[in-house]
């Protein structure tokens, strides 16, 4: 899922299950339905390899490149143990030498403010019982490697934990763009 303000894109890949469909679509259209006025966004719902999935591709940065695999280093992030309010994990994505580059944010409690306009973020909010959520967060200035890579890097990070702890399989992966934040992200940040 992409949310650009007005207007939201869910993207079905190839591999997603009908289930996994389903349950994007009711994430949609809840964050679609709680939006109020005149700039309600519109939905597009595209699937890999069909007609207009480019334009998903081009919303993320179509001249993004990227030729090594993606690796991620979960020793780095560690799982802590959950709880209710558990503080997010912060890990940057950023591109500022050609080679795309992930990292953790080493603070003990992440805010709105430590997200910088000039790169991409996952904030992971996977140790919240409530409502165990990844998102990946996109700067307005953010690189188009950035923006493409992102959920890439959210769903290996995902798969990743998934592997370690089996109940990590059904968490959601969230794409924000700055400025359009959701209010589960803004309560995780502790706005």
């Known amino acids: 899922m992409l949310d650009k303000g007005t207007k939201v894109f869910q993207y079905n890949t190839r591999l997603s299950a009908g289930k996994e469909r389903f349950e994007a679509a009711q994430f949609v259209r809840a964050l679609i339905d709680s939006r109020e006025g005149k700039y309600k966004p519109t939905l597009s719902v595209l699937d890999e390899g069909g007609s207009g999935a480019g334009v998903f591709l081009l919303e993320l940065g179509e001249d993004a490149e ?35 580059k992930f990292m953790s944010v080493d603070m003990e409690k992440p805010s709105l403010n430590d ?3 000039s790169d ?14 990844l ?47 959701p209010q589960e992200l803004l309560e995780v940040l502790n706005l």
């Open 66 to 100: 990227h030729s090594e695999p993606i690796s991620i280093n979960l020793d780095a992030a560690a799982k802590t143990p959950a709880s209710d309010i558990a503080p997010p994990k912060l890990f940057r994505i950023l591109d500022d030498s050609g080679t795309i």
């Open 115 to 117: 997200l910088h306009t």
């Open 120 to 133: 991409a973020f996952l904030v992971d909010a996977t140790a919240n019982k409530t409502a165990p959520t």
């Open 135 to 181: 998102y990946a967060w996109i700067g307005k200035g953010s690189s188009a490697a950035e923006r493409k890579y992102a959920i890439q890097y959210g769903q290996r990070y995902l798969w990743q934990l998934a592997e370690k702890d089996r109940s990590l399989a059904r968490v959601s992966l969230v794409c924000v763009g700055e400025g359009y934040e």
